[in-house]
């Protein structure tokens, strides 16, 4: 499940009461009161991705603040989770907190061959530093009618060329199943990479060749997308697809 969050400047509680003690919530405090870790492990999911949003590339609202993974075991965990009593009064803290949301239902899917993490960080020339260190680059996608997966296999293919040499890795990629909620917007697919720095993707972000593989064939593929810079909080996205 796949959730990007923009908070409220301050939480609205529909009733006084469930806001707890203290005044002027905020939307992020309200949402760090909500985190159903407990409840989570009870049914055996797991947050496998969690962080901020550092800049917002593409898409122009809402501007998100968080991005998070949560694994779910099966699709009936997530249903019967909603259920419980628990939860919902975990959940009252959350909805003050969020002024918008998606959640997305995923599944993930097999990316394209190439070779992407093929390159030790250590030897790529921007590694990650103190002061830079790993960015993920989330793409969500809703691909052009017509030859949109010709297009997008095209743009790949010089896409991944300058980024392999950049250390990028492939943390996962998703298939949306469907919008649980959203905006009424339909989405195809969420994508992460992993870049060692910041200065690593903005060095691939500035290539020539992909410039010109994204006028000529990105940019027509993707009817509407977000593009975050997030950096990860929390992190086992790969290895949690690995195990599945």
Same mark, same amino acid.
């Not at 203290?22 to 797991?46: F, M, N, Q």
């Given at each position: 499940?796949?959730?990007?969050?923009?908070?409220?400047?301050?939480?609205?509680?529909?009733?006084?009461? *469930?806001?707890?003690?203290?005044?002027?919530?905020?939307?992020?405090?309200?949402?760090?009161?909500?985190?159903?870790?407990?409840?989570? !492990?009870?049914?055996?999911?797991?947050?496998?991705?969690?962080?901020?949003?550092?800049?917002?590339?593409?898409? *122009?609202?809402?501007?998100?603040?968080?991005? &998070?993974?949560?694994?779910?075991?099966?699709?009936?965990?997530?249903?019967?989770?909603?259920?419980?009593?628990?939860?919902?009064?975990?959940?009252?803290?959350?909805?003050?907190?969020?002024?918008?949301?998606?959640?997305?239902?995923?599944?993930?899917?097999?990316?394209?061959?190439?070779?992407?993490?093929?390159?030790?960080?250590?030897?790529?020339?921007?590694?990650?530093?103190?002061?830079?260190?790993?960015?993920?680059?989330? !793409? #969500?996608? $809703?691909?052009?009618?017509?030859?949109?997966?010709? *297009?997008?296999?095209?743009?790949?293919?010089?896409?991944?060329?300058?980024?392999?040499?950049?250390?990028?890795?492939?943390?996962?990629?998703?298939?949306?199943?469907?919008?649980?909620?959203?905006? &009424?917007?339909?989405?195809?697919?969420?994508?992460?990479?992993?870049?060692?720095?910041?200065?690593?993707?903005?060095?691939?972000?500035?290539?020539?060749?992909?410039?010109?593989?994204? $006028?000529?064939? $990105?940019?027509?593929?993707?009817?509407?997308?977000?593009?975050?810079? #997030?950096?990860?909080?929390?992190?086992?996205?790969?290895?949690?697809?690995?195990?599945?």
């Amino acid at each position: 499940m796949v959730n990007l969050m923009r908070y409220r400047a301050e939480a609205v509680y529909r009733e006084v009461s *469930d806001a707890g003690p203290g005044s002027g919530v905020t939307g992020r405090e309200a949402d760090e009161r909500y985190s159903p870790i407990d409840i989570l !492990h009870d049914i055996g999911a797991s947050v496998v991705f969690m962080g901020d949003v550092a800049e917002q590339l593409l898409g *122009d609202s809402p501007v998100w603040d968080r991005v &998070g993974v949560v694994r779910y075991p099966t699709r009936r965990s997530f249903i019967e989770m909603q259920q419980r009593e628990d939860f919902r009064e975990k959940h009252l803290h959350k909805e003050a907190g969020m002024a918008e949301t998606i959640v997305a239902g995923c599944l993930p899917i097999d990316p394209p061959a190439g070779h992407l993490g093929e390159v030790a960080w250590d030897d790529v020339e921007y590694p990650p530093s103190d002061g830079d260190g790993p960015l993920m680059v989330i !793409h #969500v996608l $809703r691909f052009a009618e017509g030859d949109a997966e010709a *297009d997008m296999a095209a743009y790949q293919t010089a896409a991944f060329a300058v980024a392999s040499a950049h250390g990028a890795r492939i943390s996962g990629w998703f298939g949306v199943e469907g919008t649980i909620i959203g905006d &009424g917007r339909r989405w195809d697919q969420v994508r992460f990479n992993l870049f060692p720095s910041r200065a690593a993707f903005m060095s691939v972000l500035a290539d020539p060749s992909r410039l010109e593989a994204q $006028r000529a064939h $990105r940019e027509v593929s993707i009817a509407d997308t977000y593009t975050l810079l #997030v950096r990860p909080a929390v992190d086992s996205l790969a290895a949690s697809i690995q195990s599945a």
